[in-house]
């Protein structure tokens, strides 16, 4: 099928690694072109080189996306190189270190609000000004399972994709019918979020007392995720493809589970 994402472009918080990356990747082999921002340089080229290997463009910003300015400073640099405007908007980058709930600290319920709640906020609207110029613009924001329907560990990162689900259905109903504005909302996911070095894997391996993925299958089991498995990156991209192209036109407001299974309620 044909998605018309070719010659668009695309703009990805959080883009050289794990779903931000093999997000970037399923965007360029529809043919659009690509920014990327991420405050991992070595990660941010290396994606963009096998972006530019698929025939498109790729353009990378190194940034902080933690506090005001550094979004600012981001997003200004961005729109710098993107000659023909933006079309697509993915609002990706995520930070998580699952702790018990009283282990966590004011300080990580700050970190966790300004990356996962607040980058989305300062981004989204600093580019709908660009967005809003585009014909068929849309915004996909990366949420979670743990937004629907939260588990004991971490309480402060479920809390903030909640926020972030009910901030894609304000934004949805705001900007149309000019914008579509959906979200994915990933299961657990093998990626470098879960697999980084104090990652969720480590996270949950201190909670459970087990080694890394062991923890992490023993938390799949608790929660009796009907596929029995990790989902990879790219099954999260796919969705995310698809909710920005024409093939969603008639597709707003909506939250797209990729979770396995793990929802359990009818709505």
């Given at each position: 099928?044909?998605?018309?994402?070719?010659?668009?472009?695309?703009?990805?918080t959080?883009?050289?690694?794990?779903?931000?990356?093999?997000?970037?990747?399923?965007?360029a082999?529809?043919?659009?072109?690509?920014?990327?921002?991420?405050?991992?340089?070595?990660?941010?080229?290396?994606?963009?080189?096998?972006?530019?290997?698929?025939?498109?463009?790729?353009?990378?910003?190194?940034?902080?996306?933690?506090?005001?300015?550094?979004?600012?400073?981001?997003?200004d640099?961005a729109?710098?190189?993107?000659?023909?405007?933006?079309?697509?908007?993915?609002?990706?980058?995520?930070?998580?270190?699952?702790?018990?709930?009283?282990?966590?600290?004011?300080?990580?319920?700050?970190?966790?609000?300004?990356?996962?709640?607040?980058?989305?906020?300062?981004?989204?609207?600093?580019?709908?000004?660009?967005?809003?110029?585009?014909?068929?613009?849309?915004?996909?924001?990366?949420?979670?399972?743990?937004?629907r329907?939260?588990?004991?560990?971490?309480?402060?990162?479920?809390?903030?994709?909640?926020?972030?689900?009910?901030?894609?259905?304000?934004?949805?109903?705001?900007?149309?019918?000019?914008?579509?504005?959906?979200?994915?909302?990933?299961?657990?996911?093998?990626?470098?979020?879960?697999?980084?070095?104090?990652?969720?894997?480590?996270?949950?391996?201190?909670?459970?007392?087990?080694?890394?993925?062991?923890?992490?299958?023993?938390?799949?089991?608790?929660?009796?995720?009907?596929?029995?498995?990790?989902?990879?990156?790219?099954?999260?991209?796919?969705?995310?493809?698809?909710?920005?192209?024409?093939?969603?036109?008639?597709?707003?407001?909506?939250?797209?589970?990729v979770?396995?299974?793990?929802?359990?309620?009818?709505?």
């Amino acid at each position: 099928m044909e998605t018309g994402l070719g010659g668009r472009t695309v703009l990805i918080t959080g883009g050289a690694n794990g779903i931000g990356r093999a997000t970037a990747l399923a965007f360029a082999k529809e043919g659009a072109h690509v920014a990327l921002l991420d405050h991992d340089a070595a990660a941010l080229e290396e994606a963009a080189s096998l972006i530019r290997e698929l025939g498109v463009k790729a353009f990378t910003v190194k940034v902080d996306l933690s506090y005001a300015a550094g979004v600012r400073m981001g997003l200004d640099e961005a729109l710098s190189k993107l000659d023909d405007g933006l079309d697509v908007l993915i609002n990706n980058v995520g930070y998580g270190d699952p702790k018990p709930f009283e282990e966590i600290t004011d300080e990580q319920w700050e970190k966790t609000f300004q990356i996962n709640f607040m980058s989305a906020v300062r981004v989204t609207r600093h580019l709908l000004p660009v967005l809003r110029k585009k014909e068929k613009a849309a915004i996909v924001n990366n949420t979670s399972d743990l937004g629907r329907q939260p588990e004991a560990a971490p309480a402060d990162y479920g809390a903030m994709k909640s926020a972030l689900l009910s901030l894609t259905k304000s934004l949805a109903r705001s900007e149309a019918p000019k914008i579509r504005v959906n979200a994915v909302a990933p299961g657990p996911i093998w990626s470098t979020f879960w697999s980084r070095p104090g990652g969720f894997a480590e996270g949950l391996s201190s909670i459970h007392k087990m080694p890394p993925r062991q923890a992490v299958d023993h938390e799949m089991k608790l929660r009796k995720l009907p596929l029995e498995r990790l989902g990879e990156p790219e099954e999260v991209a796919s969705i995310m493809v698809f909710l920005a192209s024409d093939l969603a036109s008639y597709v707003t407001s909506s939250v797209w589970g990729v979770d396995g299974g793990s929802i359990r309620s009818l709505i």
